[in-house]
Each structure stands twice: as C-alpha cells, then as structure tokens.
C-alpha cells in the first residue's frame, strides 16, 4: 500500500526558504495526485497546495506568492519550498495523496514539524 | 472563497451517540470528506464522499449531506474516539478546504 514519509530540516530562519520532501513508497508518483498541509501548534489544518498528474498545481491563495510544489519521478519524490518564511509558518507539514481532483486525502504522510526561529 | 464551519467542541458520554456538523453553502451539491485526528499524529480519513466508509473504519461511523449541512455520526461512541474531526471539500474556486475543526470529549 501506499506510503508517505516527510523529512527536511526541523528549523529555518526567518526570512529564508522552508524546503521538505516526501517520499513515496510502494506505489509510482508519476500518477495519482498528491498534496501538502500544515498545521500550526494547537490549530487547525491549512491546505497547501496540490500537484496533480500530468496538470499544473494549484496553490492556497494565501501561500500562492510563496510556495512551490514539484515533483522529481526519478526519487519518487514530492518537494515543498516555501520562501520568506516567517514565525506563522511554524507548523506540522503533511503531505498526503489523493486518487482524483475531489478524492480525500488519503493516506497521509506522519508529519514533519518545522519550526521557525533565529 | 468557500467556507466550511464546524462546532469547535461536542461532548458526549461513552455509549452515546456524538453529531458534528459541518456548514457550508449549499453543501450538499459538493462531495464532504471527514478526517479523525487524535493528539501527535497525522489524520486519517473516516469517511468520504459524504457517507462512505473507507476500509477497517467501524460501522459506528456515518455521515450525511444535506441542505447547508453535512454531519459526522458516531454511534456508540468509546473513550478511543476522543479527538479532532475536521470536515474537508473541493471547490472549483478554492480547491481543498479544510473546517475548523471539532474536538470531540469523551466524558
């Protein structure tokens, strides 16, 4: 079954570029559609963005200006980066999969928190 | 854009029955997804496409849509429900939207 695993640094500085990977296992990412969320200690969930197959990806208006979403098939791999990052993006990013554009995220990687601090 | 909005807290006695809503415009016309998520850990999908249960969840858990609103049931409900559940849709505006959330207390 499908699998998702985050990893990146767990502090950046303000000012400078969030980046975190997530590897998938035991399926392809060359298909499917797979996304990123994060949440903020003791808040809610904030979708990030979403990379779909073979489309172009589609981003929180909010985050728009700041964040990409890539995907590198030869390492299975979906990235985040996200610029001028600041203390409000201290959070837990997920990253998590989808079969079709409206399909549930479903599974998810477990979390990766990021912290934001000088 | 669109908005989804959720109780931020439902208490219920172990072996009742917990409702959490969540409201929406016309949110019945839209596929309603909903996640459980208990402290320290990633969420997971209990039900999709308004009253779909995907595999391993127990039948205690439904859902509906209709009208403005879309609810979480769950039946009989045991101390390990306790957590947050999160309602989730797609909008050809705003793509994935998540509610606020609910935390659901086993009293």
């Known amino acids: 079954q499908l699998q998702l695993q985050e990893s990146g640094p767990g502090l950046v500085k303000p000012s400078e570029t969030l980046s975190l990977t997530c590897t998938v296992s035991?399926?392809?990412?060359?298909?499917?559609?797979y996304g990123w969320i994060r949440q903020p200690p003791g808040k809610g969930l904030e979708w990030i963005g979403t990379?779909?197959?073979?489309?172009?990806?589609a981003y929180n208006p909010s985050l728009k200006s700041r964040v990409t979403i890539s995907v590198d098939t030869s390492k299975n791999h979906l990235s985040l980066k996200m610029s001028s990052v600041t203390a409000a993006d201290t959070a837990v990013y997920f990253c998590?999969?989808?079969?079709?554009?409206?399909?549930?995220?479903?599974?998810w990687g477990q979390g990766s928190l990021v912290t934001v601090s000088s | 854009s669109y908005v989804l909005t959720q109780p931020p807290s439902v208490s219920v006695a172990p072996g009742q029955t917990a409702r959490i809503t969540c409201g929406g415009n016309?949110?019945?016309?839209?596929?309603v997804h909903w996640y459980q998520q208990r402290p320290g850990q990633a969420p997971v999908l209990v039900v999709f496409d308004d009253s779909d249960r995907p595999s391993g969840i127990p039948e205690r858990f439904s859902g509906s849509n209709s009208g403005s609103t879309a609810t979480l049931t769950i039946n009989r409900v045991e101390v390990g429900d306790e957590a947050d559940y999160y309602c989730?849709?797609?909008?050809?505006?705003?793509?994935?939207?998540f509610g606020g959330g609910t935390k659901l207390t086993v009293l």
């Open positions: 035991g399926g392809s990412i060359s298909s499917g559609t």
């Open positions: 998590a999969s989808a079969m079709t554009t409206v399909s549930p995220f479903d599974p």
């Open positions: 989730q849709v797609w909008d050809s505006s705003s793509d994935r939207i």
């Open positions: 016309n949110i019945r016309s839209k596929s």
């Open positions: 990379l779909y197959y073979g489309g172009s990806p």
